[in-house]
């Protein structure tokens, strides 16, 4: 029989209760044992007391709701190899053989190295007299099945992760508001929006609220004195007719030596240069906050589903999954391939390589 635990890390995203609901009735459908681990990899360290079998109700009313209801940690135990063990030792006196994990691109790496270490774990739990000779024998392997709950859509292996729709429909009915305000004031805005080192959030929004001008990673502003064209591509639009003017800047966004680009920069500068009535909103945490929208519900249950039908055709051999959505079909790719796109990509960032960070990123950004 499969025993397939759950649990959601790092950054909360909405749509991720619908992903749980599903795996949990999808296991029990297709006569597997599921069992939720409450709080991330903390839950997986702290044992029985929070890897909790499932039944069908358990999961009742999880589509609506926002953020994680079996909650979520940023666990610095899970980092070491000791705190590792810890979760292999309870995984194996749950009868764990089987994980989901729902999380970004640190929870998933987390999840396969558990993985890759797995034998060595054993051996060594082994070795302590903490399992049996019959434990090792049964649970020579683990699988690994992720799907990505983030906001900031900054994984390659699918078209959008889980939360990012949501995110962003807040962020639309956000600066919509601002517009109105800005508009009686002829006043500018200038607004951060979340996306990590991601500029999806922030490019999305500002081409769905038709937004005046826009920072993102990605694609640093180039050359000396960018600020002066961000000037007068504001006053074009303000000669033009336009009474506001609304600057989305990305939590990540730098020039191109890196320099972080920042809200309070851009106000100083619209102020001073222009004389523009300029006020600055953060966004923060609203974005991640509500329920999910019918696409993040949509995905999830679709991708949990996948995530329990993935580890019912897996066999040893069968690598770490990433569960995704490409041109809308389901697809389960290896887990290897997600966590490499990131760190290259934070590799061209940091390398001031921009072409190659646009290039990379462009499966996001599709034509
Ligand atoms: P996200 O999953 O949203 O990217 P984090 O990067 O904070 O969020 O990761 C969430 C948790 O996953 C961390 O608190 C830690 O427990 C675990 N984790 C992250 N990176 C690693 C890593 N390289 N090795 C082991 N565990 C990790």
Same mark, same amino acid.
Request: aromatic residues 6%; proline residues 2%; hydrophobic residues 40%.
């Given at each position: ?12 995203? &909405? ?8 795996i ?6 297709r ?18 007391s ?17 953020g ?9 135990? +899970?980092?070491?190899?000791?705190g ?5 030792? !309870? ?9 989901v ?20 774990h ?14 090792? &024998? ?22 959008i ?13 956000? *600066?919509?508001?601002?517009q109105?305000?800005? +508009? ?42 960018w ?13 033009a007719?336009? %009474?506001?003017?609304?600057? *989305? ?7 191109? !030596?890196l ?16 004389q523009?009535?300029?006020?600055v ?8 906050g509500?329920?999910?929208?019918? %696409?993040?519900?949509?995905?999830g249950?679709? &991708? ?16 770490s ?17 997600? *966590?490499?796109?990131? &760190? ?24």
């Amino acid at each position: 029989v499969k025993k397939i635990g759950v649990l959601t890390s790092g950054g909360d995203a &909405q749509g991720m209760n619908a992903a749980v609901r599903a795996i949990v009735r999808m296991a029990i459908y297709r006569n597997c044992e599921c069992f939720l681990i409450y709080d991330g990899y903390n839950g997986l360290i702290a044992g029985s007391s929070k890897i909790i079998k499932a039944k069908r109700e358990d999961v009742s009313g999880f589509l609506t709701l926002g953020g994680t209801a079996i909650g979520t940690a940023r666990c610095m135990e +899970f980092r070491e190899y000791e705190g590792r063990q810890k979760a292999a030792l !309870n995984i194996i006196k749950s009868g764990i053989n089987a994980l989901v994990v729902i999380g970004g691109d640190g929870s998933l790496t987390g999840a396969d190295t558990l993985r890759s270490e797995w034998p060595s774990h054993v051996k060594d739990l082994l070795k302590d007299g903490k399992i049996s000779e019959s434990d090792a &024998q049964t649970y020579t392997s683990l699988m690994i099945v992720g799907i990505v709950g983030s906001i900031d859509n900054d994984l390659t292996t699918t078209d959008i992760t889980i939360g990012a729709h949501s995110a962003l429909t807040r962020i639309c009915e956000a *600066i919509d508001a601002l517009q109105s305000t800005a +508009f009686s004031h002829h006043r500018a805005f200038v607004v951060e929006v979340m996306g990590r080192n991601c500029g999806w959030l922030a490019l999305a929004s500002a081409i769905c609220t038709g937004a005046d001008y826009v920072f993102i990673p990605e694609d640093p502003p180039r050359g000396e004195d960018w600020e002066t064209r961000m000037c007068e591509a504001l006053q074009n639009s303000r000669k033009a007719g336009k %009474r506001t003017s609304m600057i *989305i800047v990305a939590e990540g966004a730098c020039d191109s !030596n890196l320099n972080p680009i920042k809200v309070e920069y851009i106000k100083e500068i619209l102020t001073q240069r222009l004389q523009y009535d300029t006020r600055v909103t953060i966004l923060g945490h609203v974005q991640r906050g509500g329920s999910p929208n019918f %696409r993040d519900r949509y995905i999830g249950t679709i &991708q949990g589903a996948e995530a329990v039908e993935a580890i019912l055709r897996a066999d040893a051999s069968t690598p770490s999954l990433i569960i995704g959505t490409l041109e809308n079909k389901i697809t389960a790719q290896p887990l290897k391939s997600a *966590i490499i796109f990131t &760190q290259q990509l934070a590799k061209e960032i940091k390398n001031k390589n921009f072409e190659n960070a646009i290039k990379l990123r462009s499966p996001t950004f599709k034509k």
